[in-house]
């Protein structure tokens, strides 16, 4: 008898476990769904706004072609991960097979990755723009910075494309282990390529771009105090108008680092678990992707001027609608 009633007990720990994992899953992936609608609106909103300016103007200034392509690999990354999601929490990869894991992956390694430097180059933009130096190199620099934010954008998408493809060396779906859809990595099988990968992907897509955006914030941030007590007070209005400009962009670049630093302190500490065989944190550095790109628009919208005022635009527009509509409800009663 004891025995039998050790293994009923085992029997009902086991299912106690298991739907606590499945009601977990399911809240790691309303939560992932939430996020990824709320990231859609804001880049969608980003999106609009710069296309209606190239419409108008046909000409997009060097931070706002970055920001554009920001949002756009936002939209496809989140779009990606909406697909992630349900075949990694709910066990459909049996269905698809490591094909969908080897494209979503890919994906997922590419356009975060070239989010990330896309942020450090805007940093930079904004640092060229802003200061204001006598240095030769400098002065070229701010000349042709449109020419040099093609080529900053051309050589970022190719080394995040290669950066991307080892992963699909590393993914092999393993049938005969029970959670066949989260244990896709042959780590063990290809440890040292594996811990190559991860050193160099943290190296060129982390440390590098985090280098970048402190030297151009703290740039901006220094010349910002140097410059505050010169100016001249037969252009204090003008120039109180630049001065306001520039600290919003400052804020808004010391926001997106910090943004940054939050998420690829944590993706790094998840990566070093992956590299090392646990696999059930994996679905924490998808979310800390998603709340990356679901948070770095709102953080634009906030520190653009442009994106600032088209926001208020159109909620002054959608309030006086709501209005009208309502008064003219009254009316009818």
Same mark, same amino acid.
């Given at each position: ?53 190239? #419409? #108008? ?168 105090? #140097? ?107």
């Amino acid at each position: 008898v004891p025995p039998l009633q050790n293994h009923s007990g085992c029997g009902e720990d086991d299912y106690r476990i298991a739907s606590e994992m499945a009601a977990n899953d399911i809240v790691h992936l309303c939560v992932a769904m939430i996020l990824v609608g709320f990231g859609c609106l804001g880049n969608m909103f980003i999106l609009l706004v710069f296309l209606k300016e190239y #419409r #108008r103007s046909k000409t997009l200034q060097p931070s706002e072609v970055i920001v554009t392509l920001m949002s756009v690999c936002c939209i496809v990354t989140e779009l990606c991960y909406a697909l992630w999601f349900p075949v990694y929490m709910l066990n459909f990869c049996s269905y698809f097979g490591d094909t969908v894991y080897k494209v979503t992956d890919f994906i997922n390694i590419f356009l975060p990755k070239t989010i990330t430097w896309l942020t450090a180059w805007l940093c930079f933009v904004y640092c060229v723009k802003i200061i204001k130096v006598n240095w030769r190199f400098f002065m070229r620099l701010k000349q042709r910075i449109s020419l040099v934010v093609r080529y900053m954008i051309v050589g970022t998408l190719l080394l995040c494309i290669l950066l991307g493809f080892p992963i699909i060396l590393l993914i092999e779906l393993k049938v005969n282990t029970t959670n066949i859809c989260r244990d896709y990595y042959s780590v063990n099988e290809k440890k040292e390529l594996s811990l190559i990968f991860s050193s160099m992907l943290s190296v060129l897509t982390s440390f590098l771009p985090l280098v970048l955006m402190l030297v151009s914030s703290l740039s901006i941030v220094i010349f910002l105090c #140097r410059h505050s007590r010169n100016m001249d007070k037969n252009m204090a209005s003008s120039r109180t108008s630049h001065s306001d400009a520039h600290t919003s962009v400052a804020i808004m670049l010391i926001c997106l680092i910090a943004l940054f630093v939050a998420c690829a302190g944590t993706v790094l500490s998840v990566d070093i678990q992956v590299a090392s065989g646990q696999f059930d944190v994996k679905a924490v550095i998808t979310l800390v992707d998603i709340i990356y790109s679901s948070g770095s628009p709102v953080i634009l919208i906030i520190g653009m001027v442009k994106l600032r005022n088209s926001f208020v635009n159109i909620f002054k527009t959608s309030i006086k609608t709501i209005n009208r509509e309502g008064l003219s409800r009254l009316v009818m009663y």
